[in-house]
Nanobody, 119 residues
Framework: QVQLEESGGGLVQAGDSLRLSCRASGRALSLYVMGWHRQAPGKERELLAARTWSAPATYTADSVEGRFAISIDTAKNTVYLQMNNLTPEDTAVYYC????????????WGQGTQVTVSS
């Protein structure tokens, strides 16, 4: 069973940067697609960025393109989300998730890490 654990959230000021980490454990990680999501109170959960463990192709949502970037360190079994130039609108709980290749939905989720951006 694949398990995910996020870390790196916190309270920052507008314009600051954060790097979120998602450490994965389990078997056959290369068969999964990894995705970073966020959810703010009263809003739907939003997929921010995604990529596989071994393929270079990535997806980045228009809402964060140019500011957020996903990367994977396969040696450390860790997925990162680099977030730059944060704004108060980025305040949300950020989740790491995984889905099996060919599956429609993300089915494995971490517990989430809170990111709060003050003005």
């Amino acid at each position: 069973q694949v398990q995910l654990e996020e870390s790196g959230g916190g309270l920052v000021q507008a314009g600051d940067s954060l790097r979120l980490s998602c450490r994965a454990s389990g078997r056959a990680l290369s068969l999964y697609v990894m995705g970073w999501h966020r959810q703010a109170p009263g809003k739907e959960r939003e997929l921010l960025a995604a990529r596989t463990w071994s393929a270079p192709a990535t997806y980045t949502a228009d809402s964060v393109e140019g500011r957020f970037a996903i990367s994977i360190d396969t040696a450390k079994n860790t997925v990162y989300l680099q977030m730059n130039n944060l704004t108060p609108e980025d305040t949300a709980v950020y989740y790491c998730a995984a889905k099996f290749r060919g599956s429609q939905d993300y089915t494995i989720w971490g517990q989430g890490t809170q990111v709060t951006v003050s003005s």
